[in-house]
């Protein structure tokens, strides 16, 4: 209690908040909401009359305002349009439409109001502080400190911002017959609607010092309702909690919204598959979802390409769009990129490839590029594969950087410890298929890839990056060395700063490895396209051969054999979920008769391993790509023997 003597320095604070919100429970027309893991009030325009109490409630014994004050508002400001103004509180006359004190605040600006009757006629004088900076939908924390014609704004304590002005606040303001009005001035227009957590009346002293103790600014108290106050997480045997609580809330299509500290405790609805999600602050916590599961595949798209299709790379540029890159074998009219429109693939840009085998697409900070590795020599006798960037302007693909290549089949872009690298597949040079393979690294001073290290390899067909923990590998495919495709491929390690030996693999005319992970185990496959040596007497077909999966052992330090898949002149691997389920689906291209061979999903389905579960017809099959977009998944493939692409569609349950 405090009487019209305001020079004490122990004033008790007065939460004016807490006098529109009993402790009984929440009124009519206020919520309260949880936004980046803190609570707020927000008030309906219905509830305004009542969002208000007479100013003798709180001024117990005295009918003045305070000559000296400090106001403290907690608030999150949500945007609002330039011209409009929000009252985050007024003091008014019963019978009056005049404005004794106030706060409101605009697009970039905070006003502060006062009548002084000192003047013959009485005047409103307004305090503008410029260029504050409260609609980020972030949470602020403001002290206002008034004492004469001193008028004091520290946001967020930071460096105060001062006005002085001819009109002091006046010694003597009676508020008799006046009430307090939160988020308002009485009237519909002008009404608050973010976010408020504190509006506190300290009087007789600046609270800056007293508000800046501790790190986390935006969020200093000094009186918050308890309604506000952290609740506990579940009710003490049948007690119900106190208060009505909603908790903000992310709804999406199927993008995750990002889950850190200042989205704590909010939720998100994932409206693709159903699932409600809990931020606990680093990561978002299953609350409910839907499981799909595989039905069936169905004929979605058929892509008309420039020519027969080698490799898909599949890719979403951020703002942009969803694209599918396609390598084609013929020279001209060269590559093709879609995009993705009206839920179909569509024609975007052209791009001059020579029998082009395969698309990879990386990033290197903003940039974004493109790789392409091309098979068979240019126009002009010259055997280059081309790195392509994107331009923000032009919203395409233009040629960045040429890189001597020699029968390129594969790129692979990856970092290690910050720095970004390109391992080339070279498959062969004239009749030599035992040639070298390049990795490449970045170099951010000249801003172009240099080669780095050379790995001695026989008609390398794919390369592909993993990290187990700390450690991280790159495995080759090796599929032909001058006689036979009964060779080891390679799984190197990166120690000392550059690649070392780490495995050798029996395949057999491997054509690619896929890496994937079910738990905690780490698994490796192998596509075998066909095995050959012209030494020894070959069975009577050499494309009917096992594929392999293998799976790391981490006691052995090796990968070993977990199971052998009867396949069809192999030449991809796709690892996909739907669900809490888990396939694999292989690009059988040829057995020995004819290209028109099913390919296969198989499903995972543990002590089993993985079971066919669909069989997919397709003519001469080179390449597998899954991808998600908002309308579902799809799996898509080329074909190395016509100038058509499918995408798929799989059906959920």
Known sequence: MWLCDFSGTDLRPLDILSEVVPTSGVRSGIRILQVQGTRGFQFSASARRALSFPASQIFLYCDLFPEEFSIIITLRVLSIPSKKNEYIFSVMKEESSMVLVGLRFSLNKLHFLFWSRELSSGWQTQVTFQGISLTDNQWHTLVLAVSGQFFSLTVDCSIPIDVVVDTPFPASLAVKGSRFYVGSRRRR??????????????????????????????????????????????????????????????????????????????????????????CDGSAWVTMLEVKERLDYVEEYQNLMTNSETMGIEIFGIPKVGFFAATANRYTPPGSAIYKWTDGKFQSYQNIPTNQAQSWCYFTIGKKIFLAVANFEKNQRGQQFSVIYKWSYRTEKFFPYQRIATHSARDWEAFDIDGEAFLAVANHREGDNHNINSVIYRWNPRTGLFEANQTIPTSGAYDWEFFTVGPYSFLVVANTFNGTSTKIDSHIYIWLGGSFQLFQSILTFGAADWEVFRIGDRIFLAVANSHSYDSGTVMPNNYYAINSSIYELNITAQMFVKFQDLLTYSALDWEFFSVGEDYFLVVANSFDGFTFSVNSIIYRWQGYEGFVAVHRLPTFGCRDWEAFHTTAGSYLMYSSAREPLSKVLKLKTL
């Open 189 to 278: 227009k002008g009404l608050f609607t973010g976010l408020l957590r504190q509006l506190v009346l300290l009087p007789g002293s600046d609270a800056t010092s007293r508000m800046c103790t501790n790190m986390n600014f935006k969020l200093a108290v000094l009186s918050i309702p308890p309604g506000l106050q952290d609740l506990p997480v579940k009710p003490a045997s049948n007690e119900v909690l106190k208060y009505p609580y909603e908790t903000d809330m992310k709804v999406t299509l199927g993008s995750q919204p990002p889950c850190t500290k200042n989205e704590k405790a909010q939720f998100w609805f994932n409206a693709s598959r159903k699932g409600l999600y809990l």
